[in-house]
């Protein structure tokens, strides 16, 4: 597979199936780079001496260790990979780079690569004092996360190993990550659109955004790094660049970001189908192209860019876990011979497949719909399978936003319109909503948009939509050149079986269009803008058109039963919830920050029973920020209709009918965190609604805004409405609050309040935070009892940035402290080693135990070396935790004095992780501990 030039098609058509090559076609990678590796070294000004940049290109090697090679030693590197290297970067970051911020609903960046198997690396951030320390795995791959940071914040970041010399990425500015692929309309460079003299001569004015290229390769194997580098957007830069992905960015900056940096990521190949940028795994789920997929995985030879999966291998695969605020995708026209449902198969496969690999939850996915264009084609499949998969009730795929530009057609005809200007308004209109959480009608972000079709009495159809305000029918551009305009042109159909279709007039209501029905026979279906060119299309007083549809028509005798109050009975939810012991579940805030919606939510359930987390005890399923968006006219708060189309109450539903819980967030305040609307005056009716929900615990945050006079005003509050819930149902709302920290202030009535209360800061997945935060909560111990517990925030364990000894102390250290198990991972995807940690039966039992005591240092403390943590058990004996908190191994004693037990009695001593008896023991028991480990025992006298 060879890098190719990126060139601009002036035609685009379906791909030719790949030709099989045989054995004596193919050429080794050593044939290859021989004649230029010769030529190299012949016009080498120094003899001997190999270019560093030429050799990076050609093959995934250790560039910075490279000074000087002889000629037998270049041939060996381009033959195999050299196994002792520096520490090494993928391309994607280099200098003048943008990272997604986590401000805005944003999420946490990463930073990857490779060294030597088990090499120390530390990544470093100036300024500022961030370090993060990480060990290379067996296969010499690291990977760390990277704290909060703010929009518009610089850095440099540093990256060394314990060998060879450290890399510095300068100029790397936090904001904004959008990802562009597709086939040509997204490839189409800025300097081909309608205004792009005056486009490209103001680029200078926006050099908070930076660009990236994605060189176009082919691979039949997923690689690890591709081609590229990051520039500053400029007049000489941006002429080359994706034009939609570019205006997006420029018009975000005009709607909302400012001078807020914005990364742009194109990878997109011109004539390529859908199915180049899927991953074998996700090509089978829709059982196309199997025998092309069979091919594929016998041989190593890959001809074409249309092949399945050889464009997600090398050109998306290498910038899996790049943190992005969203994906845009521009691409069917070379699928318009495949159909609507297999289309909507492949692309909402697709959209999960790269969230699911990608690690950050699901971030946000934009979708252009075909623009007119004549064709052979059924084009309307595809642009009706780019409407379906947007978010809809019980549909499987959430945040998904569609620009459609049914209306922005080249009169021409041709597949590539020059008015990408406005493609990239619509897109990030649609950006606002689907990312920002923008509502309607604060920002008018979608043309009419089809909500039911229902028969009346008379035999007419009324269509009703959303985002209606002003409706009327107006040409498109370029109609008179091709199908017709609205004067001579239908732009809806009505038909009785959905084969024939007959032209329909359409009068305006108020959120309405009627259309009159003449021909006599029952309508069932209606369909709008059918066409590969239509002429006419539904706008609003936006000027935004609705998208293409064929919906069924609802009887006037089926409305008439629907119309009918339906009376169900739903399982009441009784009795009291067990808090005898700390709660047990799942924060969604850590991992998934802002990427969170209903699927993840279902799924994460799923996962409770699949993985024998519910086993466990773990029971809660708590959604963090970024639920809710608005309050309705009546002070209702309302769900984010692109990430929860169900609703609360189906989702809670759903969660119980796995027998497990469901939890919600809020703020005190009138903002949250993330600045979406908190409970300020609205404490009652939020309880009452989370009530009707069927909502087993609230996190109650402090965070921004107005808020009342007194801290506990609003706690007070929801405890009366979580009363009167609990009067009327029979179900407790568990309620958790942010926060207390003054064992002789608030810690002297919290807890007749409050059923669990943050003691400290956000927890990070680094072992300075976890032990901050142990210590801050090791503070109020004597504050907490059964039932009522002091919260050091959610557990990290499966979370990068911790080792697996750093995470088994954590959660050794989370039971000794009677601390809420909420794990705050990607319980999904967590792998087998993960699971084991958060369900080691003997480790769980302690935080099981209804004693009710909290564990607390027992020994002096020591912040560089070893520690005694011990807790009392109901059957009086003692979990003891040997903490060493230094970088080196140390041995750590635990006296019978420090633990209250009898000078000089024996007790036995059992190893609860290992599950296993050590020893009987008299006096004292001591341990090796290793640098960041807990050895974790059960002591029991004898």
Known sequence: CAKHVR???????????????????????????????????????????VSREWLSSKQPSCPDTMKVLVVLAGLLLAASHVSQCAVHLPKIFGDNMVMQTNNEYGARSFIWGTANPGEKVTVSRKPGSDEYIVNADKQGKWKVMLNPTGVGQKHDITVAGESGPAITLADVLWGNVLLCSGQSNMQIPVSYILNATATIAEADKYSNIRLFQVAMETSATPKDDLNGTWKINSAKTVPPFSAVCYMTALWMSRFHWGDTPIGLIQSDWGGTPIQAWMSPEALKQCGEFEEDIQVQEKSDDVTGPGTPSCLYNAMINPLIGMTVRAALWYQGEANVGQGRDAYVCNL?????????????????????????YKSTGYVSGVRLAETDVRPHSGGPIDIVGTAVIIDLGDPSGIIHPHNKTEVGRRMALQLLHNALAVQYPNVTF???????????SSGNIVISFDYAEGMYMGDTHGCDMNEGCCGNYSAFEVSADNETWIKAEAKFAAGSVQIQQSSGKTVKYVRLDISNFPGCALYNSAQLPAAPFIKEVTSWQERLEREVPLVMERPMLTGSQDLSTPPMGFNSWNFYHCNIDERIVMKTADAFVSKGLAAAGYQYVNIDDCWQVERAADGTIVADPVRFPSGMKALADYVHSKGLKFGLYTAQAEFTCQKRPGAWQHELQDAATYCEWGIDYLKIDGCGGRRNPHTNDSWILFKQGFDKCKQQTGRQIVMSVESCHDVSGCGAWIPSLANLWRTCGDIQANWKSIMSNLDRNNGMASVAKVGHYNDPDMLQVGDTGLSITEAKAHFSMWNIAMAPLLAGNDVIGMDNETVSILTSPEVVAINKDTLGKQGTRVSAANTTGGEVWARQLSDHSVAVGLLNRGDATTTITATWDMLNITAGSKAAVRDLWAQKDLSVASGQFSSAVQSHEVVLVKITPQ
Not at 9 to 38: Q, Y
Not at 348 to 358: E, F, H, L
Not at 446 to 456: C, I, Y
């Open 446 to 456: 979608s043309g009419p948009e089809f909500k039911s079709a229902v028969e009346e």
């Open 7 to 49: 060139t601009f098609p002036g035609k685009e058509v379906a791909p030719t199936p790949p030709k099989k090559s045989s054995p004596k076609d193919r050429v080794s990678s050593v044939d290859i780079l021989l004649p230029a590796f010769r030529s190299e070294l012949s016009s080498s000004s120094t003899q001997g001496q």
């Open 348 to 372: 909402g496969t697709m959209i999960q497949s790269w969230r699911d690999v990608w690690g950050i939850g699901d971030f946000t996915w934009l979708n252009v719909q075909l623009a007119p």
